[in-house]
């Protein structure tokens, strides 16, 4: 089974920018979509960012024109840099594999492979 290693999570001042990292077991090929999500102490885990095999790209409206996701397929990694960073940025980011469609969470179930997740802490 895959193995998902997320990094690059820490403190940073409101404004501030953070690129946080995935590092796949192994190459995807195929008709995967990857993403990144993000749960808040409290909340439920919700979708960031998207990636598709063409690179078509989807953004919760909460982060669109701050964040960017991309990969690099020959290193098999996901990226996820953000940019304009607020304290409501503030949460445990995950990132996701999932085959013939988006990873997805709700009603307190996700699917897909995932990750441990790194922290981000936005401060004032």
């Known amino acids: 089974q895959v193995r998902l290693v997320e990094s690059g999570g820490g403190s940073v001042q409101a404004g501030g920018s953070l690129r946080l990292s995935c590092q796949l077991s192994?190459?995807?090929?195929?008709?995967?979509?990857m993403g990144w999500f993000r749960q808040a102490t409290g909340k439920e885990r919700e979708k960031v960012a998207v990636?598709?095999?063409?690179?078509?790209?989807t953004y919760a409206d909460s982060v669109k024109g701050r964040f960017t996701i991309s990969k690099d397929n020959a290193k098999n990694t996901l990226y996820l840099q953000m940019n304009s960073l607020k304290p409501e940025d503030t949460a445990m980011y995950y990132c996701?594999?999932?085959?013939?469609?988006?990873?997805?969470?709700?009603?307190?179930?996700?699917?897909?492979?995932w990750g441990q997740g790194t922290q981000v802490t936005v401060s004032e």
């Open positions: 990636i598709d095999r063409g690179g078509t790209t």
């Open positions: 192994e190459y995807t090929y195929g008709t995967y979509y």
């Open positions: 996701a594999r999932k085959r013939d469609s988006p990873p997805y969470c709700g009603g307190g179930y996700c699917r897909g492979n």
